[in-house]
């Protein structure tokens, strides 16, 4: 059932993209803010019960929904639900659009067109960026994009799926990695900014939630790409990068595709609808805070974008094949 599911919501979503004005979207976003402003008391364990709330109760009743159509209507109806879960949490096409028109500007030779779609994009000040750090800017979040649009959901829904959790595994984890970025864009808010204990507590959360979609997207691009080399960044490289989990992930690019990737990050500058940029999925302040160092690996040049783009590819078919395998083996099993 998993197997189908992705692939119809894949399918779908390359025909049809989500709108990025949605109620769906609409909906999480009024949940998040109503209960930050309901629970938010600024004590510890209030970050706690606000987080538990925001994420738990979409993912219990995404799981409701699931179970009372299998119980009810059949297996073939809770499988449209998974296909319409997966629909609305997954998919390139959230954030693909970006990446397409700042490749085809470089493509084109027209760099201040391709430094202002960046600069829309993340939100950031790209005025004097050279040629070769709009590629490898353009890479880093294209990668991180795809691994939180793409294989993290396919790695918890895959999971939880696995033991009858339907697509609680594909809410929980989108639900989780956008309360985290909402909260710390609402610390900066004039009226009712998020206290630092549910930026904490959603912090703490995502950190752990990710750990292991992480090193499954980091995994798949070596298997996919250059594996030693991707290994051996990965191992000596990933510290580079603030985040953790983020880390391995780049750092395993790095190696597949031989770029070098990391160095002085953007600096963020206001948005003039931040509420937009949370229903888009994009960040707020990731690129405030310095790297460490670069990766070893060639200058990013544009063909690095379209070894990437290879590399996500092969990545998900990759994933597809054995999900199809396991899927049959259950069947004659």
């Not at 296909?83 to 201040?112: C, K, M, N, W």
């Amino acid at each position: 059932m998993s197997f189908f599911a992705i692939l119809c919501a894949l399918l779908i979503e390359q025909v049809r993209p989500l709108a990025l004005r949605n109620p769906v979207y609409a909906g999480v976003l009024a949940w998040t803010r109503w209960t930050s402003r309901n629970f938010d008391a600024g004590k510890p364990h209030h970050g706690w019960v606000a987080w538990s709330l925001a994420v738990f109760v979409p993912t219990v009743l995404a799981l409701a929904v699931h179970w009372l159509l299998i119980l009810t209507l059949g297996m073939p109806f809770a499988v449209l639900w998974n296909i319409a879960i997966l629909y609305v949490t997954l998919g390139f096409r959230q954030f693909s659009h970006h990446f397409t028109g700042i490749r085809d500007a470089l493509d084109e030779g027209d760099e201040p067109l391709a430094r202002s779609l960046l600069a829309h994009w993340q939100h950031v000040d790209a005025v004097n960026l050279p040629r070769s750090e709009i590629v490898r800017h353009v890479i880093e979040h294209s990668v991180i994009a795809a691994h939180r649009h793409v294989f993290g959901v396919l790695a918890w829904f895959s999971i939880l799926a696995a033991v009858g959790l339907g697509p609680a595994g594909a809410v929980f984890y989108r639900m989780s990695e956008f309360v985290n970025r909402y909260w710390v864009h609402k610390s900066g808010a004039s009226t009712q900014p998020s206290s630092v204990w549910v930026q904490q507590a959603a912090e703490r959360a995502w950190a752990l939630i990710d750990w292991l979609p992480a090193r499954i997207t980091a995994l798949g691009f070596a298997v996919v790409g250059s594996f030693e080399e991707a290994i051996d960044c990965w191992r000596n490289d990933a510290r580079r990068f603030p985040n953790p989990n983020d880390g391995v992930i780049l750092a395993a690019t790095s190696g597949a595709v031989n770029v070098r990737l990391g160095g002085g990050t953007l600096r963020a500058v206001p948005a003039a609808d931040p509420l937009s940029r949370a229903q888009a999925g994009e960040s707020f302040g990731d690129g405030q805070e310095p790297d460490s160092g670069s990766t070893p690996g060639r200058e990013p040049e544009p063909a690095h974008l379209r070894s990437v783009v290879g590399l996500v590819w092969r990545s998900v078919v990759m994933w597809m094949v054995l999900l199809a395998l396991l899927t049959l083996a259950r069947l004659l099993g």
